[in-house]
Every structure is written in structure tokens, then in C-alpha cells.
Nanobody, 124 residues
Framework: QVQLVESGGGLVQAGGSLRLSCAASGRTFSSYGMGWFRQAPGKEREFAAAISWSGSSTYYKDSVKGRFTISRDNAKNTVVLQMNSLKPEDTAVYYC?????????????????WGQGTQVTVSS
């Protein structure tokens, strides 16, 4: 019922930038929270950033705060993760995700719909 498709991943040198986009379809996009998770090989998935249904509130993992910015455009059914000052430790597969309700968008446990992931590799 809900489809999420990420794009924008790639290879970038440390200190560089990437812009990840997520296109959503299958339901009313503006009614739910959206987030970005990431997972490196052999490691658990991390909750990197999230944004409320209206876009009025955001959450960032401490390690990306000040470098990453999450935003959404409900008219276009998209959510974007702008990543600046990238570090090798940011290397991971990045997943777009959506909640099934407006409440608890700031909790990782609320995310139930997932995209296929896009690879981000940061070289030193």
C-alpha cells in the first residue's frame, strides 16, 4: 500500500556533500512522520533523522547533528536528507522510512514502511 523509493547515494570524498531524496506513493504523504535510517555492514541499523508530519519538528542523532538536514515537501510527496561535511563513518546504506500514524514520529519503533535503501560511501 505504501511505496518508498530512495535516490541520490554515491561515492564522495570526506568533507563533501550528498543529497538523498525519497519519493512516496500509496497514501496521504502529509499525514505521517518520515525518517532516515542507516546501516553499515555488520552493524545494527541506526535512527539518523526524522521529521514530523507537518515539518514543524525534527530529530537528529547526535553524531549527525549540525551536518545533516532533513526536510519534506508534502506537495511533491518527497523527503530529503541533505548531508554535508561527510565523514568515512557515515558510510552505510541509507533507508527512507515512514510511520503509520502521526504520533511518536520521533521514536524509531514507530517506523513500519521502508524503502529499498541507497548506498553512501565516503572515502578518506
Amino acid at each position: 500500500q505504501v511505496q518508498l523509493v530512495e535516490s541520490g547515494g554515491g561515492l564522495v570524498q570526506a568533507g563533501g556533500s550528498l543529497r538523498l531524496s525519497c519519493a512516496a506513493s500509496g497514501r496521504t504523504f502529509s499525514s505521517y512522520g518520515m525518517g532516515w535510517f542507516r546501516q553499515a555492514p555488520g552493524k545494527e541499523r541506526e535512527f539518523a533523522a526524522a521529521i514530523s508530519w507537518s515539518g514543524s519538528s525534527t530529530y537528529y542523532k547526535d553524531s549527525v547533528k549540525g551536518r545533516f538536514t532533513i526536510s519534506r515537501d508534502n506537495a511533491k510527496n518527497t523527503v530529503v536528507l541533505q548531508m554535508n561535511s561527510l565523514k568515512p563513518e557515515d558510510t552505510a546504506v541509507y533507508y527512507c522510512a515512514s510511520t503509520k500514524a502521526r504520533s511518536n514520529w520521533y521514536l524509531s519503533e514507530a517506523y513500519v514502511y521502508w524503502g529499498q535503501g541507497t548506498q553512501v560511501t565516503v572515502s578518506s
